[in-house]
């Protein structure tokens, strides 16, 4: 019983070292070691639980009963240690970011987490919202393209829309699977999401993508009377490839050559937060993986070489994108992310802050992993409230005019220091 006691130790401290320190690199333990840690760190409190119950457990059978089990006992509270900081890095990030948000939040206010989303974060249905499911927004690439809308059940006049875009790599994803928290939150208080699916690779090329989803706020605009939405103010969020992707929509919008056979349709966007969001598709800095190019981008999304086509890779790098017409930003990055580079959205914010008129947040969440918004958590509720109250700024900026209107109410100087802002 008491090697048995050492081996669950061992491997329960494995995963909470393995969450702190993750694996950037090793090309056999990359994959592996991001599904833990991002799991560990985002349920820390559900580990904690199972390790406690399982040391209760080996104790009453008799595990101490020689040094073999001490040891284990000693492995077993440095874990409990490690994932109490890992706790502590959330509770912190969700109140730094509050700070950073300036008058967008007060002490005491927000929803809170609530018990039964900390216990069960997967459950993913809200109260008060509707959903409808798989309607067609548009026909491309032989099939027919769909979204899902999360909205209040009593719809009155010029709710303010966001469109949700899934990542996935540009090859797999679904809008059944990301943003829903977001836009459960979101739509509780107001708003109308559109959760859209959009065509991948390898199947669709660069930038086909990005077409289908400047085809989708079109079709909002055009539907925006059935849904009550305020054709005035879309907006985009998305992660991962979808943060790139919310990252082109807010800074194409005048590029004509994206919206073929639709050129004169309105696809703006007034808001755009990307959530760790690829900004760099030519590997400038050198952060990426090895084969980010040679195995995935080329051959799948791009269709093309990046010695051949250096242009072609640059126009579809956010990073390479950035202009003075760039509507409002809230970047969100995790500092432990190991798939979207950290160092490309400290790059882009920079760039962004240098060109841009109009304000850019930057929350750099400590010891945040990629995808942490997929479910409810400690650090991913205030995120969702917080993305929220940006919004509902940004809103009022364009309604009353004015970039002193968000000015006032959110910390946006454009210094190195704001880059630790959450």
């Known amino acids: 019983m008491s090697v048995l006691f050492l081996l669950v130790s061992i491997w329960g401290a494995l995963f909470t070292l393995n969450a702190m320190y993750p694996v950037r690199r090793n090309k056999l333990l990359f994959g592996p070691s991001f599904f ?31 040094w073999i089990g001490w040891v284990g006992l000693a492995i077993t509270v440095v874990s409990w240690i490690g994932l109490l900081v890992i706790m502590r890095d959330g509770r912190r990030t969700a109140q730094r970011v509050r700070e950073a948000m300036g008058g967008m939040h007060a002490d005491g206010e927000g929803e809170g987490i609530p018990f039964s989303r900390i216990l069960f974060p997967f459950h993913l249905k809200r109260r008060g919202v509707v959903r409808e499911k798989d309607i067609a927004y548009a026909r491309a690439g032989g099939r027919e393209l769909k979204l899902d809308v999360y909205r209040p059940e009593e719809l009155a006049e010029k709710h303010p829309a966001i469109l949700q875009i899934h990542g996935g790599g ?12 977001l836009l459960n939150h979101l739509a509780a208080n107001g708003w109308v999401g559109f959760n859209a699916n959009y065509r991948l690779s390898p199947t669709a090329t660069w930038p086909e993508h990005l077409i289908d989803l400047k085809r989708a706020v079109v079709w909002i605009r055009g539907h925006a009377d059935e849904y009550g939405v305020d054709p005035d103010f879309i907006a985009v969020t998305g992660g991962s490839a979808g943060g790139h992707l919310t990252a ?19 696809a703006s966007v007034q808001a755009a ?43 579809a790098s956010p990073v390479d994108r950035v202009n003075a017409d760039a509507p409002p930003f809230f970047v969100i990055h995790g500092d432990r992310d190991t798939l979207a580079p950290l160092e490309d959205a400290r790059l882009f914010v920079d ?19 990629h995808a942490f918004d997929i479910f409810y958590s400690m650090r991913s509720t205030p995120v969702f409230e917080a993305v929220e109250r940006f919004l509902e700024k940004v809103r009022r900026h364009v309604q009353e005019g004015g970039p002193e209107v968000i000015e006032r109410d959110i910390r946006m100087e454009a210094s190195d220091t704001e880059r630790d802002v959450a």
């Open 36 to 66: 833990a840690s991002w799991m560990t760190i985002e349920l820390a409190g559900h580990h904690l639980l199972w390790q406690g119950v399982a040391t209760v457990v080996f104790i009453l059978l008799g595990a101490l009963d020689n």
């Open 170 to 181: 540009w090859v797999i994803g679904d809008k059944r699977e990301q943003g829903i928290p």
């Open 273 to 315: 937060v990307p959530f760790y969001g690829v900004f760099d598709f030519t590997d400038r800095q050198g952060v990426n993986h090895d084969d980010f190019l040679s195995r995935f981008l080329e051959p799948m999304v791009m269709k093309a070489f990046i010695a051949d086509e250096p242009e072609k890779f640059a126009a």
């Open 248 to 266: 082109m929509m807010g800074l194409t919008a005048d590029d004509r050559t994206l919206q073929p056979g639709f050129e004169d349709a309105d």
């Open 351 to 369: 760039r962004l802050r240098e060109a841009s008129d109009e304000p850019v947040v930057y929350a750099e969440l400590q010891g945040a992993q």
